[in-house]
């Protein structure tokens, strides 16, 4: 599995992102992908999760309502609206070991390299 997030960047406040994920090998079409953040000095965080098949989707509560994670054969999408400051930091996509979606990151261990979220007020 080789991952590359991508989509970042700089926006103001309310504005909005679509990050991608990309596996150069597509071999996580079997897998739940996931969606993680970290901020400097902060732990890693979950962020949302999409099952394989697309038809199950995961959200932490701070972004519900506001992101929208999506997939399709060769890529997993993180549509991000209405965002805010506290949304900035770096993201990661992650494979899962599993087919469904989840929240845990030790059920990850596939990272790829993050792409930067940066919004401003």
């Known amino acids: 599995v080789q991952l590359q997030a991508s989509g970042g960047g700089l926006v103001q406040a309310g504005g909005s992102l679509r990050l991608s994920c990309a596996d150069s090998?597509?071999?996580?079409?079997?897998?739940?992908v996931g969606w993680f953040r970290q901020a400097p000095g902060k732990e890693r965080e979950f962020v949302a999760s999409?099952?394989?098949?697309?038809?199950s989707t995961v959200y932490a509560d701070n972004v519900q309502g506001r992101f929208t994670i999506s997939r399709d054969n060769a890529k997993v999408y993180l549509q991000m609206n209405s965002l805010k400051p506290e949304d900035t930091a770096t993201y990661y996509c992650?494979?899962?070991?599993?087919?469904?979606?989840?929240?845990?990151?030790?059920?990850?261990?596939?990272w790829g390299q993050g792409t930067q979220v940066t919004v401003s007020s």
């Open positions: 992650a494979v899962s070991r599993y087919s469904y979606s989840g929240r845990r990151l030790q059920d990850y261990p596939y």
């Open positions: 999409i099952a394989w098949r697309g038809d």
């Open positions: 090998r597509r071999t996580f079409s079997n897998n739940a």
